[in-house]
């Protein structure tokens, strides 16, 4: 089955930068489009970046400019480069199979604080 797993959040100053990764497992990697998503506190689920198969990218306006989604397929791995770092972006982070954030990891908790 498909599993997903998480990691590199942390505590980071705004503006500052992080880089979150996925391994993923269960399921054809290099065939899958892939996402990451977030959810802040008392919010709801938000899409934030999609990758297809060629190496097409995606991403929520909220971000755009400010992250950056990659993919190694030798390594079933999922990426997010985040820079320039906001409040509003903190959340828990999750990569997924699918837009709608299911199926998704345990997540890894970004926090952008002073």
């Known amino acids: 089955q498909v599993q997903l797993v998480e990691s590199g959040g942390g505590s980071v100053q705004p503006g500052g930068s992080l880089r979150l990764s996925c391994a993923a497992s269960g399921f054809t990697f290099r065939n899958a489009v892939m996402y990451w998503v977030r959810q802040a506190p008392g919010k709801e689920l938000e899409w934030v970046s999609r990758?297809?198969?060629?190496?097409?990218?995606m991403y929520a306006k909220s971000v755009k400019g400010r992250f950056s989604i990659s993919r190694d397929n030798a390594k079933n791995m999922l990426y997010l480069e985040m820079n320039s770092l906001k409040f509003e972006d903190t959340a828990m982070y999750y990569c997924?199979?699918?837009?709608?954030?299911?199926?998704r990891g345990p997540g890894t908790q970004v926090t952008v604080s002073s």
């Open positions: 990758i297809n198969i060629y190496n097409d990218t």
């Open positions: 997924s199979t699918d837009s709608s954030g299911t199926p």
